[in-house]
């Protein structure tokens, strides 16, 4: 049970390096080729920071709303999967 244990472990590391990895390879491409279609999308991506455009949740904060997106907060969260956020429209962290 415990190699068993360890041996999940071991493959979420790797999941997690692996991507990792295609990030940074895909931001090593951005300065190379700007046609990648990798390298489009990680700058797609980080232009939707903060724009109400295409956000689909809003975040609270204190007394301040963020606007958020929610496939990034699933993809780097382990609190929060797209199932758990799909009816939801606001999350208050005050």
Known sequence: MLLRQ?????????????????????QANKESSKESFISRLLTIVADLHEQEQYSDLKIKVGGRHINAHKFVLAARSDSWSLASLSSTEELDLS
């Open 6 to 26: 360890e041996y999940v472990k071991l493959q979420k590391k790797l999941a997690e390096t692996e991507k990792r990895c295609t990030l940074l390879a895909a």
